[in-house]
């Protein structure tokens, strides 16, 4: 979403449940709350150090499960939503996973915090129904755990230490690194242990371990109101959801036999391998349109829903099949949230298309200062087609409200394949990688992309505002990012 973009910390206490771009409000207002900036999210757990933590939520029908209800393979699919405690790599494994590619800076990997609890931090919820360091709502009373896959990546101290590996440091102090799954997030296996930070009486944080002072990491002691964890990724993540596909970008095929989704440089690669198996020649982008609509939030909308718009850019394909919607969001803001894209009939299901093929690199929590690109195909096979599918959806208690047609113009692109439109996406994406409320953003995307395709200087985003500080990029989609300084 963008143009005045909807920040987190002015939705308190303002309305429960709702979609904006992936990014579920519930948990956002719990962030809000606490008075943390909310770029990412954090995690849950249960009380055994054991193979496998409940998942809860009934979305794990797929799992195979041991006589004691543990999950065989956590976080081996998408859809698994069990955490994987206590059985930590060895540590030639992990310098394999975290090992930096030529040009890559090792301080480059995403940053996450998790909440780690006291042991007993339930131990008076029978009797109180209170909890240490945990509110109520993240809590599955019935399992006596952490609920999965929330906003602060909850888990407690046994279960989170009983997972730490000691790697050499090479001549420097030795690090010490998460292996698992973490709050049920697949995406989340592989996590450098920065910083252990503690609050007290007063609100402000206070150290208590640091990578750089070496020795081994414990929990603190003493009166604690809240414990954290400074947690890095591997260097590529700041690229791409693997080492080997770079680029935060995917590509949903949902209207093929068997939906597929994929993921950064691997869609040029199948796209490739497609067409070279099948003899065909590459279909061909022939108009782009840009449409903006408003999100509906229910009878809960105020000043700043009303003025904030998302844009997206919908292409139109020669062989008249389906069209593609080209959006740019918050990275996970879809496969962080069970893959509820707005463009599916049926995304409310657990089980919906999307959800049901997701790669489980790009399940993790979503980042609000960092972009991914999605493309989506869809059943309609012209804008008309779509504007329809949008209007069944409009309403203030449905998906949309205030949709508007903002530009149409043919391709007049030379080079204009499937597989040209791919490039051009990834090499966006390797060079604008924030995300922001003001300058990057769903609005500002739409007009380089449409402006690049149509081959006209003269596209702005939707929003008055957006256009206060909008530079055209469109000269990003023409050159390698991977050939630029990565920042």
């Given amino acids: 979403m963008s143009s005045l973009e909807t920040p987190v910390r002015n939705l308190a206490l303002k309305r429960n449940k709702s ?52 999950c065989l393979y956590p976080g081996k699919m998408g859809k698994c939503r069990h955490s994987l405690y206590s059985q930590p790599l060895d540590a030639s494994k992990i310098e394999d996973i975290m090992k930096l590619e030529d040009g890559q800076n090792e301080e480059a990997g995403l940053i996450w915090r998790a909440l780690i609890l006291p042991q007993d931090f339930d131990k008076n919820f029978a009797k109180t129904g209170k909890l240490k360091m945990l509110g109520k709502n993240h809590y599955d009373a019935e399992n006596h755990c952490v609920k999965p896959r929330r906003g602060m990546l909850a888990v407690t101290q046994v279960h989170f230490f009983s997972s730490l590996t ?6 420097k102090n030795p690090r010490w ?7 049920g997030w697949p995406g989340l296996i592989c996590l450098e242990l920065l910083k252990i930070e503690h609050k007290g009486s007063f609100p402000s944080w206070t150290q208590h371990w640091d990578t750089a002072d070496g020795g081994r990491p414990t929990y603190p002691g003493g009166d604690m109101t809240e414990v954290r964890a400074k947690l890095r990724a591997p260097s590529w993540s700041a690229y791409g959801w693997s080492r080997e596909s770079p680029g935060h970008y995917f590509w949903y095929e949902g209207q093929a036999t068997v939906p597929r989704l994929t993921f950064g440089t691997d869609i040029l690669k199948t796209f490739e391998k497609e067409r070279v198996i099948s ?11 840009n449409i903006a609509h408003r999100y509906s939030v229910g009878n809960n909308e105020g000043f700043k829903d009303r003025h904030s718009y998302h844009t997206f850019s919908l292409l139109e394909w020669d062989h008249k099949k389906y069209c593609t919607v080209v959006e740019l969001g918050a990275l996970n803001g879809i496969s962080g949230y069970n893959g509820k894209s707005n463009w599916l009939e049926d995304k409310d299901d657990a089980s919906n298309p999307m959800n049901n093929c997701l790669p489980i690199e790009m399940v993790a929590p979503w980042k609000l200062n960092l972009s991914e690109l999605r493309c989506t195909d869809v059943a309609a096979k012209s804008l008309d087609e779509h504007l329809s599918f949008m209007k069944r959806h409009t309403g203030k208690n449905n998906r949309f409200l205030d949709v508007q047609q903002t530009f149409s113009h043919a391709v007049r692109l030379s080079f204009n394949s499937r597989e040209h439109i791919a490039q051009y996406l990834i090499n966006y994406i390797r060079r604008e990688r924030t995300y922001s409320e003001i300058q990057n953003n769903c609005q500002t995307f739409t007009s380089d992309f449409s402006a690049f395709l149509a081959g ?14 909008y530079r055209n990029k469109a000269y990003y989609f023409l050159y390698d990012g991977s050939m630029y300084p990565e920042t």
């Fill in 166 to 171: 000691r790697v050499d440091g090479g001549g």
């Fill in 279 to 289: 003899g065909n020649s590459a279909c061909r982008c022939v108009k782009v349109h």
């Fill in 177 to 183: 690194v998460f292996s698992g799954v973490l709050n």
């Fill in 456 to 469: 006209k200087k003269d596209v702005q985003p939707y929003h008055p505002a957006q256009r206060i500080k």
């Fill in 19 to 70: 979609m904006h771009d992936g990014m579920l409000i519930e948990e956002a207002i719990e962030l809000s709350v606490e008075g943390e900036a909310s770029e990412s999210w954090i995690p849950p757990e249960s009380d055994e150090a054991k193979i496998s933590t409940p998942a809860n939520d009934a979305v794990c029908l797929s799992c195979e499960l041991d006589a004691e209800g543990n």
